[in-house]
Structures are given as structure tokens and as C-alpha cells.
């Protein structure tokens, strides 16, 4: 069911500094910061060979990263974005086999324009998982 890494999403207190250290400290290409009201961040896209990691910064008051600062406030690995190729599908197999979906179940088009889920932490061993469609 799970194809590619997709990304791995680091929420930071501090988005310019982040992507500071991203681009002259590790020396890697990010792009422009890209204000994403309606899904409540700021993100910016680190490209490497072979995934993403986006850096994420709280963007308006509901953000869904403010919770997670607050406990984490130097920032940390927020989620971990793996393709499926429908999503659909990955998510009726994996709610029959007891897997939360977090929300109301539906997908939602994610910061790339395509299909997204969350699954529950908690039944995946403390890691916030997002399935994207390709
Ligand atoms: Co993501």
C-alpha cells in the first residue's frame, strides 16, 4: 500500500531562521516561504535527491501546529508523509483494520494540491503519519 517518502514535516518556532540553517548551514535548496491560510502554516519546501522536508511555522490563530510548539517550543519532527496511489483505498483498509483517521475521514487537498489523511499517532507508534495521493 505505501509507496515513496514524500516528505518529513519539521514544525519550527521560526520559519526564516529555520530555513537560515536549512540553506547556509546544511547547505541545501529551500524554497520561497508559502503563507497557507487554510490549512493554518507557513511552509517552506527543502528539495532533496530523493524527498521533501518541509518546514512548517504556525500561520493564524486556529494553526494545527500551535499545540505541538507549545509542548515543543525549539520546534521538531511534526509528521511523516507517505504516497499511496489511492487514497481512498489505503483508507478503507486501513480503518477496517482498527486504524483512527484523524478529522472526519475525508480527504482533504493537502499543501501540494493533492488528496491528504492523517492517521492517529497513536496507533503508529507515536508518529503523526499524512498519506498523500500521487
Ligand atoms: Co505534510
Known amino acids: 500500500m505505501l509507496g515513496r517518502l ?3 514535516a519539521i514544525a519550527v518556532p521560526d520559519l ?3 530555513t537560515a540553517t536549512y540553506r547556509d548551514v546544511l ?3 529551500v524554497s520561497q516561504a508559502q503563507a497557507l491560510p487554510e490549512h493554518g502554516v ?8 530523493n524527498t521533501k522536508v518541509e518546514l512548517l511555522e504556525a500561520l ?4 494545527p501546529i500551535a ?12 509528521h511523516i508523509c507517505y504516497e499511496v496511489e489511492d487514497i481512498t483505498v489505503a483508507r478503507d483498509r486501513l480503518a477496517a483494520s482498527g486504524a ?5 475521514g475525508e480527504p482533504k ?3 501540494h494540491g493533492k488528496p491528504v489523511l492523517f492517521l492517529h499517532p497513536k496507533d503508529f507508534h507515536g508518529t503523526l503519519v499524512e498519506l498523500e495521493q500521487v
Open 6 to 8: 514524500n516528505h518529513v
Open 27 to 29: 547547505g541545501a535548496r
Open 67 to 78: 499545540g505541538f510548539l507549545e509542548k515543543n517550543p525549539a520546534g521538531g519532527m511534526h
Open 100 to 104: 483512527r483517521i484523524l478529522g472526519d
Open 109 to 111: 487537498i493537502g499543501a
Open 42 to 49: 507557513t511552509v517552506v519546501f527543502v528539495e532533496l535527491g
Open 16 to 18: 526564516a531562521v529555520a
Open 60 to 63: 493564524g490563530e486556529n494553526s
